[in-house]
């Protein structure tokens, strides 16, 4: 039992790449026990977490679970893990998420075999950036997760998978490399890559130059190189145009993992490494990412609007909502130390949590739709609602639920983030409020054209009710949902410490 | 001046007595035989070397010092023991290869004129006195004419004969103008009163440099060196092809025993003037044997100029002019002439089995024969200079003296020479091994007398190439002993 | 006394290769077995080796020593240490994958399989001396196979230019850096060839600076550095697909290894004095052969010109002259030689089957050779330096020593990364997947042992990339006592 409270984080870590491995070994022919196999390897980290999360003590300062060995002693990086509040929120996600997405790829029938054995991988490479807590181990597993993604996209795309799929790693990889550069730097100024230590030593770090530019400098630079990597992934606007091809082309499971836990790990950068390490920048800096979040708020409810295709609508949305953590973390940043901040960023960390329910609910539904119809377009559908009314309740439900309607996650999220952003940010949060009008717009008119209005003679009877399996995956989403809007309390007790700590360790470098 | 016992001296020149012997019984044998058994007169003479040369280690081994004799005109060191073997050895290789070779064995004079040559370059290699080292240039020279010319149905062959006599002829009347010069002004003929004069100042700089350059043409002939070496290619594509090995190693090696000995003897008061006039040789053999080489399509002229450029190496090793120097430039001729005598042996059978010289004649050589091949292969890689084959530390030492000298200038030239000699070296190894051809699975025809020598040599390219100890103990010893008065 | 371990991986090949030659031409069942045989010995002796080694005492290893030429100052001197190890197990796993690739080479099998062995016993000969005579030796040992292996067994279009090309610049780089160590000899007055002596020769500061470009430059060739790079990728092309591995994979690092040992181990201050110009070169290696590659329209110069880029890394490694880039080149030289290795293997896997590397000719191959399609992809992760392989561990230090020492050259050299994943990715995408023309609708698997040698090499990648300390370990020593030499 030592091993498995000792190595909690480890396990949970690793046991999908097991999962992995295993399903090499078995036979390529038989689909149906590779499904199974690959679902079952997706539940034992979530059974694990679940145990994570029952001896998680929310009211305990800094890092808990913490492990540590050598892993690359001669640059000085150590395998350290350990979870916070952020993080265990995280790490619950993902953990849910994956096997739904698992077993919403059901369907997939080529290739069955690498799909889930990419699947694993990437699960691995997820946990493992919300784990770690050394700077050079958190970015070998922001990379390592990109692969993964990247054959998902090119294998089981769509049509325009490969220049999707391109896109998408180019994107990524180019935005890493300043990151990359970055942690270089920082790994030989401080000599360690530990955050813990970090966390005191770069901040404090005022004297010296390099390459002939003062150390403030050097830092504002690094600052950039961090945020531009974040702001890819987030996608902040005018970063996002890898997002609605990636999220398009990819398979169902593929964008549900994409949008509901992926984009998270730019937002997580934002608040494990950028508000930690750059204090100073990040106030310094605040107010260009709040227009930016803001702007994504906008342009993506906007561009949503603007679709005719019902996934990139979905896609756009992503961009839309993720606005709103961005914009909660540049007013935590902007206000550091007050209780705006506080309250902004427990916004920014539970809209994380919701944004991954709900968009993942999202993509899924466009997909039972695709299945049934093969196609995306709009303009085709109408009506469905008398088809398949089962099907319908669920969409609105969950569309509801992404609108951000009282009573459910998305308004409690949205609603602290405004609630703290507002007396930072003023105009920001106004404009914001503006995009919220454009999302409700934008998620009326497509449930408007899928469900209601004249059908579309094609269709005719020819739809097939949602399936049990395809109900058992999205039921949590929506339960979680509704939890989420009733009661938000036990998300945020578990937040609200570590987003306090954090907040109060920045107001320290003023 | 001590006088010498006279069963000692005759067994310190045992090595030309051998050679004298076994001339004398070679024609007899001929008279005896005429051509019905030529094949053992070959035998006789290359068995008569290695007696001579065994007899020789046993008994004839110089001591620490030099040992004079007739005089001083005679001086039995290190340095002309160890040529006097190099000498021996080449003779009884070619031997070895001229036997049963039609156009030769009719004629079994062939190997009395080899040995007397061979008899001369000993003597070229120990003696100090200015006539003696003409008479013997010439005793080596002029069985040589005879030899290159000696197929006399062959046109070209009469003409490489004639060709020879002609250059030979002229650049040793130079030669000897200079050594007219130099007893007319020092009074005497021996080299080192001549050396302990120049460096006493008695004679005028200029002088001095004039008959250095005129003695310089002689010797530049006979080891081929540029701007002197316009005979070597006609020479030997025209020659026998043994013949043309014998030319190119063993004839050049005897160049270099008296350049040595002159150089370092004679003028190391105008060191300087030496050195420069030896390394611009250097550099011009070496260029313009590579350049030349390089769009060869007969493999003897080929390998020709091929020997000009490895004339020009050898000299970096006498520029240096140094201990070192000597050494490597003697340890370069051991590796050059086992290396190229199997170079000419290879071409020998090749040519005698496909009838053509051409390096298109050698495709499918590999196939044909994988061993010829193979000492093909030892062979070029050797006189490219490439481990384990002995040409390696042969250039090793050489460019070692030049930095040693401090005329790494020389090595670098002599490194952007040695890519270009590669070049074709390895233009024949593509042909012997990628080409085809038609006769590819027909067997090549082989004696047990060129067998012999072939994997003689290449036996000794590649000890000289790894176990290279023994050897360069000898090579520097004699070099030690050249500059002992 | 203990057993000779070393000399016997250096011989044995040697042996087996003299062996080989003797066989009959026909038995080609014998002479497959005697090169697998031996070089399975080789694979075995050299990661004993690699284990055996005691980290906790460091320095040289399984020394040996022999008189050669006594009077020249040349001895059989030959030993391990941090930063040869690799390299020696490196060449094992080449070799001896490399014969499992080439098991169907069905023209004079006899001859190729000799000349691999001998490739095989020069570098691993270069690998272990201690003694600069004896490293020429080994070095130079290799002219004639690499020679003869290309032209004989080489693609028909360009073998005979890429041959020729490749021979002869090696050879340039090896004849300049040989006078550079004869000026060591004789400078140095002590009249030996012995590195670990020479090490301590104490050299003037002039001196250093003067002969230092001739050692680097000349054994640099053969790493291929920029300008005199262009001999690899036309040789690497040429080459049959054995040869390809062992030269990309092993002959590179031989050049990278013996600049190390030689020219900035010897020469430290010259190393010092010339470090910003090899790092402007090699900063020109890393970004100028991946732009090249990516342009390319034969699948196997794309390869070609990707080592050029990769081998950049370590001379950046090398120039930086700290604790960290000469870390990352040591682990760069075995990361890239594995994975070259595989990249080249794989190449071979494909062209042998569709006959073409035009890169607009292939597609959907996953489809047929799904093995071949995964090997090459983990190698193309390992080529982006992405993490969780081989090539992240190596390339990372590499990055930092150059923040230690030169910030702007990491900043420029992170180009090559970007690009490099680019054309990976193009690669991968155009020749593995996509529509599989129908002319190749029948083509084979590839063989269980191509699929060995893909494992093999595969697993080391992943290994290392996961656990970077079981090679930096044995690399810290050596690290360590380069910057003992170099003056702390």
Known sequence: MDLLTNHLLTLILFTPVVGAVVLLFLPAKNIRVLRWAALAASLVPFGLALGLWARFDPSAEGFQFVEMMPWYPAIQSSYHLGVDGISLMMVLLTVVLTPLAVLASFTVTERVKAYMFLFLLLETGMLGVFLSLDLLLFFVFWEV??????????????????????????YTMGGSLGLLLATQMIGVVAG??????????????????????????????????????????????????????????APTAGSMILAGVLLKLGAYGFLRLVLPLYPLESKLFAGWLAALGALAIIFGALGAFGQKDFKRLVAYSSINHMGFVVLGIAAAAAAVGSQDAVIALNGAVLQMVTHGLSAAGMFFLVGVIYERTHTRDLTEFGGLFAQMPVYG??????????????????FVSEFLVVRGAWPVFTLATALSMIGLFFTGAYILKALKMV?????????????????????????????????????????????NRTVSMISLAMSLWF | MMTVPLGDMLLKILPELGLLVLAAVLLTLDLLWRSRRCRFLGWIAAGGGAVVILLSLLFARPGPEPLLLWGGMMRLDSTGFVFRMLFVTGMAITALFATENEGICEHGEFFTLLVISTLGMTLMASVVDLIMIYLAFETASIPLYALAGFLIRDKKSVESGVKYLLFGAMTSAVMLYGFSLLYGFTGSTNLYEIGAQLSAGQLPAGLAVLTALLVTVGFAFKVSAAPLHFWAPDVYEGAPTSVAGFLSTASKAAGFAVLLRVLLVVYPALSSLWTGLIAALAVASMVVGNLQALNQKNIKRLLAYSSIAQAGTILIGAAAQSDFGVTATMYYLMAYLVTNLAAFGVVMVVGRAVGSDEISAYAGLSRRSPGTALILLAVLLSLGGIPPFAGFIGKLLVFGAAVEANMAWLAVVGVVNSVAALYYYLRVLK??????????????????????????CVVLVVVLGVLVSPFYTWASQAAASLIVY | MQFPILSVLIFIPLLAGIVLLMVPAQRKDWIRGIALGSAAVVLVLSVAVYALYDVAQAGYQFVETAPWVPALGIQYHVGVDGLSLPLILLSGLVVFTGVLVSWHVDERPREFFSYLMFLGSSVLGVFASLDLFQLFFFF???????????????????????????????????????VGALAIYFGSGLRTFDMLVLEKAGFPIAFQQLWFPFLFLGFGVLSGIFPFHSWAPDGHVAAPTAVSMLLAGVEMKVGAFAALRVAIMLLPDGARFWAPAVLVLATINVVYGALIA???????????????????????????????????????????????????????????????????????????????????????????????????????????????????????????????????????????????????????????????????????????????????SVLQPGVQNILGLLGG
Not at chain 3, 147 to 176: C, D, H, N, Q
């Open chain 3, 140 to 178: 130079e040992l290799a002219v004639f196979p690499k020679y003869l292996m290309i032209i004989l067994w080489g693609s028909p279009k360009t073998r005979e230019y890429g041959g020729m090309k490749l021979t002869l610049f090696l050879f340039a780089g090896s004849v300049l850096a040989l």
């Open chain 2, 431 to 456: 042909v012997v091994y990628l080409d085809r051809a038609e006769n590819e699975t027909q067997p090549l025809n082989m004696t047990s007398a060129w067998k012999a020598a072939l994997v003689g």
């Open chain 1, 145 to 170: 997760g990109l692969v993964p993604m990247y054959f998902l996209i090119a294998q089981w795309g769509g049509t325009r998978r490969n220049y999707a799929a391109l896109k998408f790693i180019l």
């Open chain 1, 451 to 495: 469900l209601h209005g004249p059908l579309n003679e094609r269709w005719k009877g020819k739809l097939p009710e949602m399936s049990l399996r395809e109900g058992i995956v999205i039921a949590p989403l929506m339960v979680l949902m509704l939890i989420l809007g009733v009661w938000p309390a036990w998300a945020l007790d578990v937040i």
């Open chain 1, 192 to 249: 360690t890559f530990d955050l813990t230590e970090l966390f005191q030593i770069w901040p404090a770090l005022n004297s010296g130059t390099l390459l002939g530019l003062p150390m403030a400098t050097v830092k504002a630079v690094a600052f950039w190189a961090f945020v531009i990597a974040f702001a890819i992934k987030v996608p902040v606007w005018p970063f996002h145009t890898w997002l609605p091809d990636a999220h398009t082309e």
């Open chain 1, 393 to 410: 309740g669920v969409l609105l439900f969950t569309a509801m639920g992404s609108l951000g309607l009282p009573g459910l996650a998305g």
């Open chain 3, 294 to 472: 990516l342009i390319q329209s034969d699948f196997k110069y794309v390869i070609g010109f990707s080592s050029v880029s990769h081998m950049g890394l370590v001379l950046i490694g090398f120039a930086c002259l700290n604790h960290d880039s000469l870390l990352g080149a040591g682990m760069q030289m075995f990361s890239h030689g594995i994975m070259t290795a595989l990249f080249f293997s794989v190449v071979g896997m494909v062209y042998d089957r569709t006959h073409t590397r035009e890169l607009s000719q292939l597609g959907g191959l996953v489809q047929k050779m799904p093995w071949a399609a995964v090997g090459f992809i983990i190698a193309g992760l390992v080529s982006m330096g992405m993490p969780g392989f081989s090539g992240f561990v190596a390339e990372f230090p590499i990055f930092m020593g150059a923040w230690r020492t030169a910030p702007l050259v990491a900043i420029i050299a992170i180009l090559g990364v970007v690009v490099t994943a680019g054309y990976i990715l193009l690669v991968v995408r155009r020749v593995f997947f996509g529509e599989l023309p129908k002319q190749f609708q029948n083509i084979p698997d590839i063989t269980w042992m191509d699929k060995l040698a893909i494992g093999l090499l595969a697993a080391f990648m992943i290994g290392l990339g996961w656990f970077p300390s079981l090679m930096t």
